[in-house]
Nanobody, 132 residues
Framework: QLQLVESGGGLVHPGGSLRLSCTAS????????VAWFRQAHGKEREGVSG????????VYPGSASGRFTISRDLAKNTVYLQMHNLNPEDTAVYYC?????????????????????????WGRGTQVTVSF
């Protein structure tokens, strides 16, 4: 079974940058579409980036567009989320998620990040706090 572990969260000042990592074990990420979600206190979980299994396609909602970048290193079986120009509204627990061939979804395109239901594998999250 695919397992995901996030790291790299912490406290950062407004305007700062942070890179989150998501290390996978159990299976190689080559055939999985991956995504990052976040959940702020009292709010629903929302997607902030997604990437197809062949890495040809990515998606970012308006709140993340131009500031966040999702990438992966297959040799390390790791997915990254590079975040720049962070603001207090980015404070949340950030989760890595993946969905693979057994889901029945076409992972060669970005699996929609508008719903958590499409992703069957989740990490436990890492806290990002943006504050002075």
């Amino acid at each position: 079974q695919l397992q995901l572990v996030e790291s790299g969260g912490g406290l950062v000042h407004p305007g700062g940058s942070l890179r989150l990592s998501c290390t996978a074990s159990g299976f190689p990420l080559d055939y999985y579409a991956v995504a990052w979600f976040r959940q702020a206190h009292g709010k629903e979980r929302e997607g902030v980036s997604g990437r197809s299994s062949n890495a040809h396609s990515t998606v970012y909602p308006g709140s993340a567009s131009g500031r966040f970048t999702i990438s992966r290193d297959l040799a390390k079986n790791t997915v990254y989320l590079q975040m720049h120009n962070l603001n207090p509204e980015d404070t949340a627990v950030y989760y890595c998620a993946a969905t693979g061939p057994r889901s029945g979804l076409d992972t060669t395109v970005v699996v929609p990040i508008t719903s958590v239901d499409a992703y069957g594998y989740w990490g436990r999250g890492t806290q990002v706090t943006v504050s002075f």
